[in-house]
């Protein structure tokens, strides 16, 4: 069974930082795609971030210049580096790994995040 394993989530300030961290197997690291995805009350899911095998990233734009998404290789856990946090960014955010070669993803339990003075 695939298991991403999050955590660092919290409640802190605008203008604050926060990391978040998804813990999962060798063979998922090594393979697939990894990212971070939001769902805030009331909308859509949204990607906020990933990061191929090979290192690629791509970011949201509400999020470019802010976020930092990184791989840890020695310990198979993918860090979301969040700054400059906003009000707008409060929202449960998910890990996901997603297969380049199959229709495959895989979901995290998600870990909430709130902005607020």
């Known amino acids: 069974q695939v298991q991403l394993v999050e955590s660092g989530g919290g409640l802190v300030q605008p203008g604050g930082s926060l990391r978040l961290s998804c813990a999962t197997s060798?063979?998922?690291?090594?393979?697939?795609?990894l990212g971070w995805y939001r769902q805030a009350p009331g909308k859509q899911r949204e990607l906020v971030a990933d990061?191929?095998?090979?290192?690629?990233?791509r970011y949201a734009d509400s999020v470019k210049g802010r976020f930092t998404i990184s791989r840890d290789n020695a310990k198979n856990t993918v860090y979301l580096q969040m700054d400059s946090l906003k009000p707008e960014d409060t929202a449960v955010y998910y890990c996901?790994?997603?297969?380049?070669?199959?229709?495959?993803?895989?979901w995290g339990k998600g870990t909430l995040v709130t902005v607020s003075s």
């Open positions: 996901n790994a997603r297969s380049v070669s199959f229709p495959i993803n895989y």
């Open positions: 060798e063979s998922i690291f090594s393979r697939y795609t």
């Open positions: 990061i191929t095998n090979r290192g690629s990233t």
